[in-house]
């Protein structure tokens, strides 16, 4: 049985999209096959392994396609793909698009009980997990589901190394002949691919994005960051297994016709590497990488090719952080406010910093072509004017379809016109520029009173001794929970919770919203999304805290 992917946005609407021009209307694998064939040599992928030409890298789609066809996957099937940033996630991604079938992707590091809920709740037939990647063996792993599992029918193999028992191997099926491969020609408007959100939920949000709104409504993100028309040569920082490594094989490749640069583990070392032999002109990825790489060119004194764009998101982006970016790449530097859930807007290439206001750095102004955004009443869902905060809604080519395998999700988050719900807090400017002020539920509730992490966060990344922070908060038995700051000092200093409150006063923030607790660590733990853990981070501080004196009431 494959699992139900209705489309929550009208028809007419959707279709409006393509019949216009918005959306290019066509599906991944015959827009990637176009750009094969308009350039039979240009270089589509750099990794560990090399180049690898478009031509070349058609030919391991066409071979891989057939073999998964043998093993009898279809049109509509959901293929998992846990991968690192590697020319195989790309081959894999784009084979199941030329099979009309639909990519599950989800980062490396994430262990077998949320490969299990993921492969169980969307009906997954076929997983392709890395044989070995730092340490962690995701293919064998994943064989003790198949009794669990009665839609999953194969873990594929890939990567060097012996193929675990119970595998078909990945270069097995890579020898597929590719002359006898004939692609499907899915709907351009069906699903394509499941991202797979963090989010708040007890469970993983899945996603699922049709063809269109992939190269369409995100492909048209790309786009406004492209000063002409040179196909783009995209840095992934990024797995391209997150939301945002969607931009990778479906926007850069298959849209755009670019090129993707990858490294299949993130290091600043690795990362400065590649910008200097490779010459990007975009690096996607999230802040605290860009901090971690800003640090390591403080140390050695390096410098690196000035690229078009350095675009952040996934994480809040502070002032300071965006300024010394500017200054240190020598290029724009973009603040990305978006999600998996279908939300996207951006500071562009008109501000070499980005902007900002009192609550940080703002969101951009959005884009219809990508997606339009209001901001609603939380409980009426009705539009507010501009000026007030109000809920953050969003809706366009980008737009997905639905939650997968989750109606309750579909009714909390999606309203019947198909705007999707955000849960941020925010607000338009007279010149239509969005303003994110914070979360409806991510708040810090101390003896009764709300406190943002996030304006903490902002302030605190200001602080001479500060090189990177997040604030989260940790249970109390008297006032329900206290904020923590969790620290990474720059250079030998290390600031004290007295350090961090005289600043926050001095800057203007009110002493309750004052951190309580303070975690000096020598880097920020990044999510297999590559996102700071604030998990991990939570529960350090809370380790820590019951290791020290009680918390001042």
């Not at 030409?53 to 049109?75: I, Q």
């Not at 690096?283 to 690196?304: K, W």
């Not at 500017?326 to 996207?344: E, Q």
Request: aromatic fraction near 4%; glycine fraction near 10%.
């Amino acid at each position: 049985m494959t699992v139900t992917l209705p489309d929550l946005l009208p028809a007419e609407l959707r279709r409006s999209w393509a019949v216009d021009g918005t959306c290019p209307d066509l599906d991944l694998y015959s827009l990637f096959r176009a750009r094969q064939i308009a350039d039979l040599h240009r270089t589509a992928i750099l990794d560990a392994k090399g180049k690898l030409c478009y031509t070349a890298l058609d030919r391991k789609v066409r071979s891989l396609a057939g073999g998964l066809r043998r093993l009898g996957v279809g049109p509509g099937d959901v293929v998992a793909v846990q991968l690192p940033n590697h020319r195989n996630a790309v081959i894999a991604d784009l084979a199941v698009a030329a099979l009309g079938a639909v990519a599950l992707p989800f980062p490396v590091g994430r262990g077998a009980v949320e490969a299990e809920c993921l492969l169980r709740r969307a009906e997954a037939v076929a997983v392709i997990a890395a044989t070995e990647h730092r340490g962690q063996t995701h293919a064998a792993d994943l064989v003790p589901l198949l009794p669990a599992l009665p839609a999953l029918r194969r873990v594929v193999s890939a990567g060097p190394g012996t193929a675990p028992a119970g595998t078909v191997p990945l270069r097995d099926l890579l020898r597929t002949d590719p002359t006898g491969f004939v692609a499907a020609r899915p709907d351009p408007d069906s699903a394509a691919r499941i991202l797979v959100s963090s989010g708040s939920e007890a469970e993983p949000k899945m996603i699922a994005y049709s063809h269109n709104a992939l190269a369409g409504g995100r492909g048209n993100f790309l786009a406004s960051l492209m000063p002409d028309d040179t196909p783009p040569r995209c840095l992934f920082l990024v797995p391209l297994a997150s939301a945002f490594g969607s931009n990778g094989t479906a926007v850069t490749l298959a849209r755009h016709g670019g090129s993707l640069v990858l490294l299949d583990h993130f290091t600043p070392e690795a990362a400065l590497e590649a910008m200097r032999e490779h010459e990007p002109t975009h690096v996607l990825g999230v802040p605290t990488m860009i901090r971690m790489m800003l640090e390591q060119m403080e140390r050695t004194g390096e410098h690196v090719p000035a690229p078009t764009a350095l675009v952040l998101g996934g994480a809040p982006l502070d002032e300071a952080t965006a300024t010394a970016a500017a200054d240190a790449f020598g290029c724009s530097v973009v603040n990305l406010y978006g999600s998996a859930d279908g939300v996207n807007c951006h500071t562009g290439l008109d501000h070499k910093v980005p902007p900002t206001d009192r609550s940080g750095v703002v969101a951009g102004r959005p884009d219809p072509r990508v997606a339009e955004i209001r901001v609603a009443d939380p409980e009426s869902h009705e539009p507010l004017p501009e000026g007030q905060i109000g809920e953050i809604v969003s809706r366009g080519p980008m737009t997905p379809l639905c939650y997968v395998a989750s109606p309750a999700l579909d009714a909390r988050y999606r309203t019947p016109e198909g705007w999707v719900r955000t849960g941020d807090l925010g607000y338009l400017d007279g010149n239509g520029v969005l303003h994110v002020v914070g979360r409806l539920k991510d708040v810090v509730i101390r003896g009764g009173v709300n406190i943002s992490p996030a304006e903490v966060e902002r302030a605190l990344a200001g602080h001479p001794a500060v090189h990177d922070v997040v604030c989260v908060g940790v249970p109390d038995p008297l006032m329900g929970e206290r904020l923590a700051a969790c620290v990474v000092a720059r250079g030998g200093e290390r600031p004290t919770l007295d350090d961090l409150g005289t600043y926050l006063t001095a800057h203007g923030v009110d002493r309750y919203k004052h951190p309580e607790h303070v975690v000096i660590l020598d880097a920020i733990p990044l999510t297999a999304a590559g996102k700071p853990d604030r998990a991990a981070l939570r529960h350090r501080a809370d380790e820590e805290r019951h290791a020290t004196e009680p918390a001042r009431a």
